[in-house]
């Protein structure tokens, strides 16, 4: 485990569509200062100024992706593919401004955020990273669907899903996270769809900007129609791991725990997180120390949290 906060050592911005809006967006990150955490400005005539903070109580709309903010006002929305990227990197302090209400959906997946990030690079910043540790078991159902945090020595997740698609079917992931598990396992695994669902969801203003180049899709006879297939044979169980780590990481700090779940998806994801942080049994806030030269760091709980962040 990290034993300092990081942030970008220079800016670095992006451009694209977003997957649901269809509007083209310009997105800019710029290094941020300890115990900022991961902070959204909008900056097209829709925005006040406000900041909007990655948090899970920040948290307005899981219907088909993740979204922060008054979806009736100001909001950014499709936000799960860069907070994953994030996560995954090991930024925690960030200040992005954007020129629209969705974050450009760039390919479907995760690697043009981690590639531009690695560009601009990690900085060490002084101050104490702090952890969320899971200390008992908690789990939360919604029909056939459940998630659960259970304690584990690092971070992990395990996610299994079960479409009546044969294309898809009961597919299963496990991964110790880490940027090169992510970046090498999930990042390139891009979002998914069924043609079928194509003109409900145009009608109800979602995926107006999602194509053949920025999306799986599956077709009315239960085959991938994209010219290049597949990037993964499993790549939709790994798409789903992606945005899990995308919606976990609004907890406000990293967690260390494993996070299981079986036919999940943003909704489930943040009850699921909201679940944890509402219960103060469940995890305690830690931090790593070395109390003796070449010792090996060791995790101990501390009484403040970082960025006030996690409470609900």
């Known amino acids: 485990m990290l034993e300092y906060q990081t942030t970008l050592k220079s800016r670095c911005s992006l451009s694209g569509i977003g997957v649901h809006s269809g509007k083209p967006v310009y997105i800019h990150f710029s290094p941020a200062d300890a115990d900022t955490g991961v902070v959204f400005q909008r900056i097209d005539e829709g925005g006040t100024g406000r900041v909007i903070r990655a948090l899970a109580s920040e948290v307005a709309q899981t219907d088909l992706c993740t979204a922060l903010g008054d979806v009736r006002g100001e909001h950014v929305a499709t936000i799960e593919h860069l907070m994953a990227a994030l996560m995954a990197v090991g930024i925690d302090n960030v200040a992005i401004e954007i020129d629209g209400s969705e974050v450009p959906v760039l390919d479907g997946s995760a690697i043009g955020f981690v590639e531009a990030f690695e560009q601009a690079g990690v900085a060490t910043l002084g101050v104490k ?7 008992k078991p908690v789990r939360i159902d919604n029909g056939n669907s459940w998630a659960e945090f259970r304690p584990h020595d690092g971070t992990r997740f395990e996610v299994d899903i079960d479409f009546d698609s044969p294309a898809i079917g009961r597919q299963s992931l496990s991964l ?71 919606d976990l990481a609004l907890a406000g700090a990293r967690f260390i725990g494993c996070f299981r779940s079986y036919r999940g998806g943003h909704r489930l994801n943040a009850a699921a997180l909201r679940h944890l942080l509402t ?3 469940a995890y305690e806030v830690v931090e790593t120390t070395r109390r003796e030269q070449g010792r090996r760091a060791e995790m101990v709980a501390v009484n403040a949290p970082v960025y006030a962040p996690w409470m609900i």
């Open 129 to 135: 990273r702090r952890y969320i540790r899971v200390l």
């Open 176 to 246: 110790d996270l880490s940027a090169r598990s992510f970046r090498e396992e999930v990042a390139r695994a891009r979002t998914f769809g069924f043609i079928k669902d194509v003109e409900r969801l145009w009608a109800a203003g979602f995926a107006l900007g999602s194509s053949l180049e920025n999306s799986v899709v599956i077709g009315e006879d239960h085959k991938v129609i994209n010219m290049g297939g597949l990037r993964y044979p499993d790549e939709f169980v790994r798409h789903k791991m992606l945005d899990a780590v995308g």
């Open 279 to 281: 219960d103060r049994s």
